[in-house]
């Protein structure tokens, strides 16, 4: 017999308090035991004294009947001689009877009472005191959990009745609408909180099925099971109780032998205790007096509006149906590891329960258990949570197909980025998102519960170890652009050529994109007049080739006025020779922007807004420019968008045939802010295009380059040679010497390496980039 399958769920308090008293009253024993041992000329009045006063202890714990004593609680010899069990209250109280006849112990009995019975006693019952506290404890965090659920069931009701509310204000704002555009307005706000109103909906009947599953389980299986750890928390006080007192016993009878026959009879007594029989009167005395009711709790209904049309039924449409079918998955695979732990937990409290040759005798390993069950109930409940979503779903879906759900895990995002399904950025205060793990699928978090669950699982072409966090992303990358060009490309109809088809697209660039440092990639400064000139390569700090920097196209008609000189060692290009001397303002192409605080090349940007002045007709004709044959759209960022017609200015022709050209997109109106990116070269008229080489000799030509002063210039100065700044460069380690525009600085050798100097200025020594100076006679003209 126990107290959870005896008695009912809402009798827990009162299992608790009386656990409790009996802790509280056998903590009294260990006062007596300590008292006894350090009584010794005193110890025959103050001993009866004691016992006389624990007597009363235990005659209250059961309020008897009108008329009748501590008396009462004494057993006769014939009932002391019989050998069925008995509980301890009588027991104690026999015990209490020849206590009364031991005034007269050694010296030495009572140090042994009082250093082995009393303080292990105190001991037992206070880890007994505090495991009866934990479990209380337990039991208020699982009522707490299921008001939780209960709380979420509430809320859930409210959003469904607020959705629903603004749904019918809605389609009544669409009745009274009285133009076209505002009938349209409504009508696809409703068609939102319809599809708002149906995930609140359905999110409140999980809620209900949980809130009720969880309800049954704290009533009929949680609540019982912790009243049982109550009990075998109380029948290890008993337990305790009468193994110490035995313990004590045996002492007195070794000690004395006039004590014998009493003290035989007192063992007898206590032998014939057992904790079921302590446990099984209460539950006896509790059912005798009618204090043991309890009504069940009716199960929650389901609240909708009839009035509105609305049924129990959950809400079936697609976005509807993708949710609830990852809530099952998620349900499903919670279910199965709230079922490993409860088991695993199960199992330890069962083990701890079979050593029984090697428990703590007071109660350090019925603590053990009784936290081993603790924790499976915990995940029982959970499972129980997860086990009603998953049954409710598929009472109206049916069987549910797992599919490949994605591997979502948490994750912050650095740096703004798109969401992988609805298309908004992820970024700023919205920087929670969710990423798979195989597929490195990103959305917000909202979104997660939105994806269909078909992850391809990882890239099996990614490379593995630390490269694989560069390689599946530029494979990625890849096939986002490939599909994107495969996809979105249209042909225009009222295209003036007679193909119907337009021509197969190239592969996306990649490599040979000017957008990701490939071979094709080249630097423009920013403004001819104010950008300032590419740094030299320095040894061991970064390669001779630069990456692309963010610029703007400077006008293809420069002359010396608006042109800045450029020495022949500025031009210290990424670009092959071949590529330099046929690309459009090659010269320019060196000017690469560089960040004055700090020397740092700029990040790329990929697709540039340019304030590109229109194509001026050139005396024979600007042959870099051609039209568009068809419609192309770009992705933005590396790609351009097209249509039949425009007009673009190559940039850099497709020589290597990766199937790719840069362009210029030309404004019809001819001047304004322009587009560069890569358009497919197959969608372009390339039989009109030729290389401008005259423009580019001639820009050439209008560079003066800066070049060694004649032995008659250093002599002109005093035998030493001096160069004119003409941009602020700061120096980015102690050997190179930082400067301002128009600074005067002394040459003190040439021969340094390429594209360098080294100078003194205001007695600072170090190495200063060539480019960025300019020989003094030159700066005068």
């Known amino acids: 017999m126990t107290f959870g399958s005896e008695l009912k769920p809402n009798e827990f308090g009162a299992v608790n308090g009386y656990v409790e008293r009996q802790l509280d009253i056998y903590s009294g024993l260990s006062k007596l035991l300590t008292e006894k041992a350090v009584a010794e000329r005193d ?36 009932e002391a001689a019989d050998k069925g069990p008995l509980e301890l209250l009588p027991a104690a109280n026999e015990w209490a009877l020849r206590l009364e006849e031991e005034g007269r112990l050694h010296v030495q009995l009572g140090s042994k009472i009082g250093g082995d019975i009393a303080e292990s006693l105190k001991q037992g ?26 709380e979420q069931k509430d809320k859930a009701r409210a959003l469904y009745e607020t959705r629903t509310k603004a749904l019918v204000g809605s389609q009544q704002r669409q009745e009274r609408a009285t133009t076209e555009k505002d009938q349209d307005k409504y009508r696809q706000k409703s068609e939102r909180e319809v599809s708002q109103r149906n995930h609140a909906k359905n999110e409140y009947i999980l809620q209900v099925a949980v809130a009720n599953e969880v309800k049954r389980a704290v009533n009929h299986t949680f609540t019982p099971r912790i009243m049982d750890s109550v009990q075998r928390i109380d029948q290890q006080r008993v337990e305790t109780v009468r193994r110490l007192l035995l313990q004590m016993l045996n002492m007195q009878d070794a000690a004395t032998a006039r004590l014998a026959e009493g003290t035989r009879r007192a063992t007898h007594v206590l032998s014939r205790v057992t904790p079921d029989i302590d446990s099984a009167q209460y539950v006896r005395r509790r059912i005798d007096s009618g204090q043991s009711k309890w009504d069940e709790p009716p199960d929650f209904r389901i609240v909708v509006d009839v009035a509105a049309g609305e049924d129990e039924n959950m809400m079936l449409d697609g976005e509807s149906q993708v949710i609830l079918r990852n809530l099952c998955v998620h349900a499903q695979r919670e279910g199965i590891r709230a079922e490993q732990e409860a088991r695993s937990a199960a199992q330890v409290a069962e083990q701890s329960r079979k050593k029984k040759e090697k428990q703590d005798e007071e109660g ?55 969401c992988d399904y609805c298309g908004e950025s992820i970024g700023g205060l919205n920087r929670k998102s969710a990423r798979c793990t195989l597929c490195e699928y990103t959305c917000h978090a909202k979104c997660q519960i939105k994806v ?48 119907t088809h337009q021509p197969p697209l190239p592969p996306q660039p990649q490599s040979h994109s000017p957008y990701n440092g490939g071979s094709g990639s080249r630097s423009r400064s920013s403004s001819a007049s104010t950008a300032q000139p590419s740094l030299p390569p320095r040894q061991g700090s970064y390669s001779a080739t630069m990456p692309r920097m963010s610029m ?29 001397s046929t ?10 922007t560089l960040n004055s605080s700090s020397g740092a090349l700029r990040s790329p940007s990929p697709l540039k807004q340019a304030h590109v002045p229109g194509p001026t007709p050139a005396k024979d004709g600007d042959r870099s420019i051609v039209a568009v044959l068809y419609d192309f759209d770009g992705d933005g960022s590396t790609t351009l968008t097209v ?59 209008s560079l003066p380059l800066s070049r060694p002063r004649t032995q008659q210039q250093s002599a002109s ?39 360098w100097l080294l100078g003194k200025l205001d007695g600072r020594e170090g190495r200063l980039p060539v480019s960025y100076v300019a020989d003094e006679h030159l700066d005068e003209h």
């Open 43 to 78: 110890y025959g009045r103050r001993l009866v004294e004691l016992v006389r006063s624990f007597q009363e202890q235990l005659g209250s714990t059961y309020e008897p009947k009108e008329g009748s004593g501590i008396g009462s609680l004494a057993l006769t010899d014939t």
């Open 125 to 150: 019952l206070g880890r007994l005191s505090d495991g009866r506290q934990r479990s209380l404890e337990f039991y208020q965090r699982l009522l707490a959990e299921r008001d939780s659920v209960y």
């Open 364 to 418: 350090r390993d019925i603590e053990s258990a009784l936290e081993a069950e603790r924790e499976s109930t915990l995940a029982e409940l959970e499972l129980v949570q997860h086990r009603a979503l998953r049954a409710a779903v598929e009472q109206r879906l049916g069987p549910v197909d797992q599919g490949s759900p994605h591997e979502f895990k948490s994750h912050t995002v650095a740096i703004s980025k798109t």
């Open 452 to 499: 269909e669950p078909n992850c391809p699982g990882p890239d099996p072409e990614a490379k593995s170890g630390f490269l694989s966090l560069f390689g599946s992303k530029r494979g990625r990358k890849k096939s986002q652009l490939h599909q994107r060009s495969t996809s979105v490309v249209s042909v225009n109809s009222a295209a003036s050529h007679d193909s």
């Open 552 to 580: 703007q196209l400077p006008p293809t008609h420069l002359t010396e006025a608006t042109t800045a000189p450029v020495a022949a060692e500025q031009i210290h290009t990424p670009m092959t020779a071949d590529r330099a």
């Open 583 to 592: 690309a459009p303002g090659s010269a320019l192409a060196a000017a690469a």
């Open 643 to 701: 249509h039949a017609g425009d007009k673009v200015k190559v940039v850099e022709v497709d020589s290597d045939n990766c199937g790719w050209t840069e362009v210029v997109l030309l404004e019809r109106s001819g001047a304004g802010a322009q587009q560069q990116g890569m358009a497919p070269t197959s969608y372009l008229d390339m039989s009109t295009y030729r290389t401008p080489a005259a423009m580019r000799t001639s820009t050439m030509s």
């Open 717 to 755: 100065n005093g035998g030493q040679e001096t160069v004119v700044a003409r941009f602020d460069f700061v120096g980015r380690s102690a050997e190179e010497l930082s400067f301002n525009a128009g600074d005067r600085i002394r040459v003190l050798s040439r021969e340094i390496g390429d594209g």
